[in-house]
């Protein structure tokens, strides 16, 4: 069974939903609706995810992907359309089974890390497990174990702000990783840092989740960001998903001018595979290996192969998981395979990505979610507290806890927010 399945998700806001949904259901685009004040934020998105996988939902901002995360963890009620997550319908929960899964399967990491200013490192960390009122000698080693994991080992009992950004955001992943929660949700969570912070985090990530085998929707407006991280990609534009297929897929079969205009940057020599662009073998196997300069697995990228290829004339051998040569790749296939557009040549023209994180308004989103939600003596942020002040700031910090109680009625949001962020 998949982990999570999107049927024919929309989201409408604005007035007349419905009404709108039919519209859209017929054709009708978002600019269309848009003259009638109506913002259809996502429209018949469907796809599944299966359990230990990277599923990337990518585009450019405003194109609905947090709109189409917050469904996921029914933050957001779709205006049509269902969400399971292992088979179970969370569209249809009551509010109370909805917090209970929301706060032990499911869990969130956002862009801007939201860590209480006044609680240790270990605390933040374990801030999840509090919620979910694990005793504190449990919850301090599961959250101890989650920092190890992180790369935070001996920072925890330091403050948040002792931390740079980049170990800041380590605390919100194992904060995430503390609750055992299988499904990760990931809105735009690495977008706020430096790039070689940024490149650390996600090399980080691929190595937890070789052993964590989280199941994990990672959200992203970079493509690059998006091909490193995702076994599944989801192109999203205009809150339509427009393609979904592996980083190879989409770079060697484009689905429109729209996908195949995004890929014209990345560098096809570390996104293709020799599995990818391999020819049949000429002759008998045995004689492809015996003469080639190597044997290499299917998914070597391609940019492994250069050196091979230029050392000898003869094809390099290209092997299954049994070891079995299953194919060859020639000098000449290798630079053909470099430079093939893959489809469609005239792209049409998209607004450029890096000016789209300049103005990125999702940002905004997030922060005024977080405000909305927050318990107010709780706020994370940049209040300087000094360390002599902690011991009553705990204190406060556990009244918000208590505030935000799985049980308690209306706090629906608020215990989304910092348990997860
Ligand atoms: N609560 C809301 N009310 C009205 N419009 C919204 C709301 N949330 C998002 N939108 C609109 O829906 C569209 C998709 O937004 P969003 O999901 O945040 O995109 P992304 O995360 O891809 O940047 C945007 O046009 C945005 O302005
Ligand atoms: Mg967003």
């Given at each position: 069974m998949s982990r999570l399945q999107a049927e024919h998700l929309y989201k409408v806001f604005g007035r007349r939903p419905d009404d709108a949904v039919r519209r859209l259901e017929s054709g009708a685009d978002r600019d269309e609706l848009r003259a009638d004040g109506t913002t259809a934020a996502v429209i018949d998105a469907s796809f599944t995810v299966?359990?230990?996988?990277i599923f990337v939902v990518m585009g450019?901002?405003?194109?609905?992907?947090?709109?189409?995360?917050?469904?996921?963890?029914?933050?957001?009620?779709?205006?049509?359309?269902r969400v399971l997550f292992d088979g179970e319908d969370i569209t249809h929960l009551t509010p109370r089974k909805l917090r209970d899964v929301r706060s032990k399967k499911i869990s969130m990491v956002f862009q801007h890390f939201a860590l209480f200013p006044h609680r240790s490192v270990l605390e933040n960390a374990a801030y999840g497990l509090e919620v979910q009122g694990v005793p504190r000698k449990e919850r301090e080693r599961r959250a101890t174990e989650a920092l190890r994991l992180c790369g935070l080992e001996g920072w925890e009992k330091s403050w948040p702000d002792e931390l740079s950004g980049g170990m800041q955001q380590r605390v919100g992943l194992a904060r995430a990783l503390a609750t055992d929660a299988d499904l990760l949700l990931m809105d735009e969570s690495f977008s706020a840092l430096d790039p070689l912070i940024r490149r650390d985090m996600q090399d980080q990530l691929l190595e937890l989740q070789k052993t964590l085998q989280k199941t994990i929707v990672f959200i992203t407006h970079d493509l690059n960001e998006a091909m490193r991280l995702g076994d599944q990609i989801a192109v999203m534009r205009d809150g339509r998903i427009v393609q979904?297929?592996?980083?190879?897929?989409?770079l060697v079969r484009p689905a429109n001018d729209y996908v195949a205009s995004f890929i014209q940057d990345v560098d096809r020599s570390r996104v293709l595979t020799a599995g990818a662009v391999m020819e049949p073998v000429e002759g008998s196997?045995?004689?492809?290996?015996?003469?080639?300069?190597?044997?290499?697995?299917?998914?070597?990228?391609?940019?492994?192969?250069?050196?091979?290829?230029?050392?000898?004339?003869?094809?390099?051998?290209?092997?299954?998981?049994a070891g079995e040569v299953v194919g060859q790749v020639t000098r000449t296939r290798l630079l053909a395979s470099l430079g093939e557009e893959g489809g469609a040549a005239e792209a049409a023209p998209v607004p450029h990505q890096r000016d789209e994180a300049a103005t990125e308004p999702a940002k905004q989103h997030d922060e005024a979610d977080l405000k909305a939600a927050e318990p107010e003596d709780a706020k994370p942020g940049k209040d300087e507290k000094s360390a002599g002040d902690a011991k009553s700031d705990v204190k406060q910090d556990e009244k918000a806890v208590e505030g935000v109680k799985p049980d308690e009625g209306d706090a629906d949001d608020a215990e989304e927010v910092p348990a997860n962020a």
């Amino acid at each position: 069974m998949s982990r999570l399945q999107a049927e024919h998700l929309y989201k409408v806001f604005g007035r007349r939903p419905d009404d709108a949904v039919r519209r859209l259901e017929s054709g009708a685009d978002r600019d269309e609706l848009r003259a009638d004040g109506t913002t259809a934020a996502v429209i018949d998105a469907s796809f599944t995810v299966e359990p230990g996988q990277i599923f990337v939902v990518m585009g450019l901002s405003g194109s609905g992907k947090s709109t189409l995360l917050r469904m996921l963890n029914g933050l957001l009620e779709p205006t049509a359309g269902r969400v399971l997550f292992d088979g179970e319908d969370i569209t249809h929960l009551t509010p109370r089974k909805l917090r209970d899964v929301r706060s032990k399967k499911i869990s969130m990491v956002f862009q801007h890390f939201a860590l209480f200013p006044h609680r240790s490192v270990l605390e933040n960390a374990a801030y999840g497990l509090e919620v979910q009122g694990v005793p504190r000698k449990e919850r301090e080693r599961r959250a101890t174990e989650a920092l190890r994991l992180c790369g935070l080992e001996g920072w925890e009992k330091s403050w948040p702000d002792e931390l740079s950004g980049g170990m800041q955001q380590r605390v919100g992943l194992a904060r995430a990783l503390a609750t055992d929660a299988d499904l990760l949700l990931m809105d735009e969570s690495f977008s706020a840092l430096d790039p070689l912070i940024r490149r650390d985090m996600q090399d980080q990530l691929l190595e937890l989740q070789k052993t964590l085998q989280k199941t994990i929707v990672f959200i992203t407006h970079d493509l690059n960001e998006a091909m490193r991280l995702g076994d599944q990609i989801a192109v999203m534009r205009d809150g339509r998903i427009v393609q979904i297929g592996s980083s190879e897929d989409i770079l060697v079969r484009p689905a429109n001018d729209y996908v195949a205009s995004f890929i014209q940057d990345v560098d096809r020599s570390r996104v293709l595979t020799a599995g990818a662009v391999m020819e049949p073998v000429e002759g008998s196997a045995d004689a492809v290996r015996a003469a080639a300069p190597a044997t290499v697995g299917k998914d070597t990228p391609l940019v492994e192969l250069f050196a091979l290829c230029a050392a000898a004339e003869a094809p390099v051998a290209v092997a299954d998981a049994a070891g079995e040569v299953v194919g060859q790749v020639t000098r000449t296939r290798l630079l053909a395979s470099l430079g093939e557009e893959g489809g469609a040549a005239e792209a049409a023209p998209v607004p450029h990505q890096r000016d789209e994180a300049a103005t990125e308004p999702a940002k905004q989103h997030d922060e005024a979610d977080l405000k909305a939600a927050e318990p107010e003596d709780a706020k994370p942020g940049k209040d300087e507290k000094s360390a002599g002040d902690a011991k009553s700031d705990v204190k406060q910090d556990e009244k918000a806890v208590e505030g935000v109680k799985p049980d308690e009625g209306d706090a629906d949001d608020a215990e989304e927010v910092p348990a997860n962020a």
